[in-house]
């Protein structure tokens, strides 16, 4: 069960020092995940990201046996931390060998690097811990991230960290966005891709490395897809998608953290990912720009708009209606009574819609491109739609007899 007193104190800050400081390192990881993941997607890069959270396994095994040859006990925070960058740079370096040098395509060449990285890994561990060298006890909190034994030093270490890769982002977002969109417009713009291709890796190894102490090399993928993929539903413009995207994640470290120190025994690195995942989750049902409820809002929106139109150009012709779901949209808008027979407020709707239609029609003789944007958009009220000297321009060929198309000359 969750202590609500505990959970409470965690959200304001009042748990202690270390559990504020993690939790402080949390909201930056998560910020940074976000924000890096965000160009990730866009860049439709985001398996590479988990070919280099894998790849990073084996750069903390030697790291350990490294320093614990030299005598230390192994588990030196930066130690680990730099090996596993190193391990994770010659990783992606293989993906980029393979996927220049051979017919493999991108995702076979990650498929074979991460199990080959991973495999390696998982061997390296096996073999410290029966060694018995250096304090190899908890090394393998590497995997899902452990935030329990995590030292002041380490968490503030690891919140700068997280801190540079953010600004790092914020610094390059101008040439990151264009080579997400338009590669050659970044060429000539002076933008090299290649080099900020590679800083899009460096920024994606950067996260990685940073989260493996608190939610581990293999969820913190999960914070570099998921709150992009989640910001995706809320909006359709890039800068407001890298916000809303970097406070999904920031708020997914918050929230997971406070738990995690809210519930005894509740790791805080699993605990952060299932709460991005319901935060995508709710993103997917209720976000208005894609979300499913209001897909489907929208989808019955626009039936009874054509069910309007059509039982009111009806109700102009004096033909009956028949149709269940076109007499109830007319009745509820008091358009007709329940006998069918139109109210003087239907007859002056009629008249507007027959004007809306023949606009309408003449727009889209005249504009046989607009295709399927045009044809949903005929149910709105043309005003909304068009400008107004769009419209005069329509109105003016209101009273001129449409042309007769080419070659239907008269005759038989």
């Not at 890069?45 to 614990?68: K, N, Q």
């Not at 939610?215 to 709150?227: K, M």
């Not at 605990?271 to 976000?287: E, R």
């Not at 149910?379 to 400008?387: C, K, N, V």
Request: hydrophobic share 55%; aromatic share 8%; with cysteine.
């Amino acid at each position: 069960m969750i202590d609500v007193a505990a959970f409470v104190d965690a959200l304001t800050f009042r748990a202690g020092y270390n559990t504020a400081i993690v939790a402080i390192g949390a909201i930056l990881l998560g910020w940074a995940g976000g924000t890096v993941g965000t160009y990730l997607l866009l860049r439709q890069r985001s398996l590479v990201s988990d070919a280099l959270s894998h790849a990073t396994l084996p750069g903390v095994g030697i790291a350990f046996l490294v320093m614990a040859g030299l005598g230390g006990t192994g588990r030196f925070l930066p130690g680990l931390l730099l090996g596993a960058a190193v391990s994770a740079m010659i990783g992606l370096a293989s993906v980029e060998w393979l996927t220049r040098r051979t017919r493999l395509h991108a995702d076979a060449a990650i498929g074979a690097v991460l199990s080959a990285f991973f495999g390696f890994g998982i061997v390296l561990l096996t073999v410290i811990q029966s060694l018995g060298v250096g304090r190899q006890a908890g090394i393998g909190s590497f995997l899902l991230g452990s935030t329990s034994g995590m030292l002041r030093n380490e968490a503030v270490m690891l919140a700068g960290l997280a801190l540079f890769v953010a600004s790092l982002v914020f610094a390059f977002r101008r040439s990151l966005t264009l080579v997400c969109f338009d590669e050659t417009f970044a060429r000539t713009s002076g933008i090299s891709v290649r080099r900020t291709d590679l800083l899009l890796m460096f920024l994606v190894m950067a996260v990685t490395v940073t989260g493996l102490r608190i939610v581990g090399l293999i969820l913190v993928i999960a914070l570099l897809i998921i709150p992009p993929v989640a910001a995706r539903f809320w909006t359709e413009k890039t800068t407001t998608m890298i916000t809303v995207s970097g406070a999904i994640g920031a708020l997914s470290g918050f929230i997971g953290t406070a738990l995690s120190a809210s519930v005894p025994n509740l790791p805080a690195g699993p605990v952060i990912v299932l709460v991005a995942a319901v935060l995508f989750a709710l993103s997917l049902l209720f976000a208005p720009a894609r979300g499913v409820f209001y897909g489907l809002y929208r989808a019955r929106a626009f039936s009874r708009k054509v069910h309007r139109r059509q039982g009111l150009l009806a109700v102009l012709r004096g033909e009956a209606i028949y149709d269940a779901d076109t007499l109830r949209v007319l009745k509820a808008d008091n358009y007709i009574r329940a006998d069918g027979t139109p109210t003087p407020a239907g007859i002056d709707a009629a008249d507007r819609a027959a004007r809306e239609e023949a606009l309408w029609t003449l727009y889209l003789r005249d504009n046989p491109d607009a295709g399927y944007r045009a044809a949903r958009m005929r149910f709105d009220p043309i005003a909304e739609r068009l400008s107004a000297s769009e419209i005069r321009e329509l109105e003016k060929q209101i009273a001129t007899p449409m042309a007769a198309p080419a070659g239907s000359g008269g005759g038989c």
